[in-house]
T-cell receptor, first 113, second 115 residues
Framework: GNSVTQMEGPVTLSEEAFLTINCTYT??????LFWYVQYPGEGLQLLLK?????DKGSNKGFEATYRKETTSFHLEKGSVQVSDSAVYFC????????????FGQGTELSVKP | DVKVTQSSRYLVKRTGEKVFLECVQD?????MFWYRQDPGLGLRLIYF???????EKGDIPEGYSVSREKKERFSLILESASTNQTSMYLC??????????????FGEGSRLTVL
């Protein structure tokens, strides 16, 4: 079936460290891919997206590239800040499925000063 | 600004009680969703609605029902709450036929504890 798998957390980093959160997917056809972020006490919000192979989504210093050959969409940031501490969710949307997303299990990131 | 409002941030109910979780969006979106969020399981879709009075089951509909009498409001109902329904419930909305971003707009969540 269709699914998203993320690396397990929690991930703890020092400020200015490099971040990678792995995400791989299984899907029929060619899905669109998303990263959502949930800050403490808040709902999820869209961080970035990519709709086709080799697309790179970017926002707030975060990047992710849609790799069809490895079915991956890893999230990266060159230098994390304390304010990046949150839970990050990778998600996919199948073609013609409107707003219906399939989410990964989430990865908690904690950045220490 | 886009706004999805969930009426209750925290609820404590007893086993067997009927529970209503309300969600209102002010964006005139056609599509609305209810997810539950559990540690290690991510978000799982309970029900969704593509239009007023229309509903479809998601991946885990058992023990839940929904109501959409008006476009802006989507209610999740637990007919007889059980302890395994203790969870964070997230409502989301989506603009149908939009630019195809697939972006969902989420409320802040309702944390339900069933004793």
């Amino acid at each position: 079936g269709n699914s998203v798998t993320q690396m397990e957390g929690p991930v703890t980093l020092s400020e200015e460290a490099f971040l990678t959160i792995n995400c791989t997917y299984t899907a029929t056809g060619y899905p669109s891919l998303f990263w959502y972020v949930q800050y403490p006490g808040e709902g999820l919000q869209l961080l970035l997206k990519a709709t086709k192979a080799d697309d790179k989504g970017s926002n707030k210093g975060f990047e992710a590239t849609y790799r069809k050959e490895t079915t991956s969409f890893h999230l990266e940031k060159g230098s994390v800040q304390v304010s990046d501490s949150a839970v990050y969710f990778c998600a996919l949307r199948l073609y013609n499925q409107g707003g219906k997303l399939i989410f990964g299990q989430g990865t908690e990131l904690s950045v220490k000063p | 600004d886009v706004k999805v409002t969930q009426s209750s941030r925290y609820l404590v109910k007893r086993t067997g009680e009927k529970v209503f979780l309300e969600c209102v969006q002010d964006m005139d979106h056609e599509n609305m969703f209810w997810y539950r969020q559990d540690p290690g399981l991510g978000l799982r879709l309970i029900y969704f609605s593509y239009d007023v009075k229309m509903k479809e089951k998601g991946d885990i509909p058992e023990g839940y029902s929904v109501s959409r009498e008006k476009k802006e409001r989507f209610s999740l109902i637990l007919e007889s709450a059980s302890t395994n329904q203790t969870s964070m419930y997230l409502c989301a909305s989506h603009l149908a036929g939009g630019p195809g971003t697939g972006e969902l707009f989420f409320g802040e969540g309702s944390r339900l504890t069933v004793l």
